[in-house]
């Protein structure tokens, strides 16, 4: 069956969403149909604004509707302790598990010569600006555990090695190439709970 024009708009629209494929696309497309005009006028408008709205965190680089996220704005957080990570969306699962306090830092990437991320090409200066200026006592890295996740965080610590800062990144009870978002909330706040010292 070849479906109305509209419809098929719609499905290639839902088609460009990480991890939907046709069949998916095709039944939330369908589905669609079915929803409320009121659920349908508040679906459409999110995804028109989200671009206008939705911004980068002036301090962490973490998703904002304002200057400051509200986690940096918080003034029940630990000031002494950032938690890197290498997207906003790894910030979420962190969140979810409500263990920790810190901070954040968002690199919105990592090191990957052979892609052609250089250190210069992520968020690594503004990073050393805040532990210099800041106050900072930890920084603990929770990057993906790979090549480009731990070239990264060598990387960060030999800069801060004239520094007081302690050192340390997560536990990786996961398999090595695995995305931090796809880890389950126990074994990420165990990964957490049971972060390691980085030495030289």
Excluded: W
Excluded at 29 to 38: E, G, N, V
Excluded at 107 to 129: C, H, R, T, V, Y
Excluded at 181 to 187: H, M
């Amino acid at each position: 069956m070849n479906y109305p024009e509209t419809l098929k708009k719609l499905i290639e629209c839902y088609k460009k969403l990480p991890g939907i494929g046709e069949k998916s696309a095709e039944r939330m497309a369908l589905a669609t149909i079915d929803l409320d005009q009121d659920i349908l006028n508040t679906f459409s408008e999110s995804i028109k604004t989200i671009k206008e709205k939705i911004k980068f965190c002036e301090i962490c680089n973490n998703y904002s509707e304002s200057d400051r996220c509200e986690i940096c704005n918080s003034p029940s957080r630990d000031k002494h302790t950032i938690c890197v990570v290498e997207e906003p969306k790894n910030i979420i699962m962190f969140e979810k598990i409500g263990t920790y306090n810190g901070l954040y830092h968002v690199l919105n990437g990592l090191i990957s010569p052979l892609d052609g991320i250089n250190p210069e090409q992520i968020n690594i200066d503004s990073l050393l600006k805040r532990i210099e200026n800041d106050d900072i006592k930890e920084v603990i890295f929770a990057l993906k555990p790979s090549i480009e996740g731990e070239t990264t965080t060598l990387y960060i610590k030999k800069m801060l090695t004239k520094s007081d800062v302690v050192v340390s990144k997560i536990a990786h009870g996961v398999p090595m190439g695995a995305d931090i978002d796809y880890i389950d909330s126990l074994t990420l706040e165990l990964a957490l709970e049971d972060r390691k010292r980085v030495d030289n």
